[in-house]
């Protein structure tokens, strides 16, 4: 994949050549709470990637190391996809993200659920949720 000139020194801007596309903090948020992991799990998800759009995103966020595809232990067919430190570090600002929507968009009950635990204990929420996450690191 050809790489983008940097646009600027800004680190919103960086950040968001990063993963500010439509798809890629979707693919890392199923990573993180849904545990998806293969090619075909990230097609299921209800926001309908295509196949084209998900292979290139993949790819993409391979490149930028946040996520580490691996071998599928079942299957030579598969490939899993692993978040890398580098994506776990996202946790807080996507937990800043559920409670910005939370004040201003409709939530379905299961994401009210989540921000119901992270309102009661944010600082144990993130530290809980990023252990889990790097032990499968």
């Known amino acids: 994949?050809?790489?983008?000139?940097?646009?600027?020194?800004?680190?919103?801007?960086?950040?968001?050549?990063?993963?500010?596309?439509?798809?890629?903090?979707?693919?890392i948020r199923d990573l993180m709470?849904?545990?998806?992991?293969t090619y075909s799990e990230f097609l299921k998800s209800a926001e309908g990637i295509s196949t084209n759009i998900l292979a290139v995103r993949l790819q993409m966020l391979e490149e930028s190391q946040l996520l580490l595809r691996t071998e599928h232990p079942d299957s030579k067919a598969k490939v899993l996809y692993k978040l890398t430190q580098k994506a776990v570090d996202l946790l807080p600002m996507i937990v800043e993200i559920?409670?910005?929507?939370e004040k201003y968009l409709t939530i379905t009950p299961e994401t009210e659920a989540l921000i119901e635990e992270v309102k009661n204990d944010k600082e144990g929420f993130i530290t809980k949720t990023m252990a889990a996450l790097c032990a499968r690191i």
């Open 98 to 101: 559920h409670l910005w929507a």
């Open 33 to 37: 709470f849904f545990g998806k992991a």
């Open 1 to 27: 994949m050809k790489k983008n000139l940097q646009r600027s020194e800004c680190p919103i801007c960086r950040s968001l050549d990063l993963f500010g596309d439509k798809w890629s903090l979707l693919i």
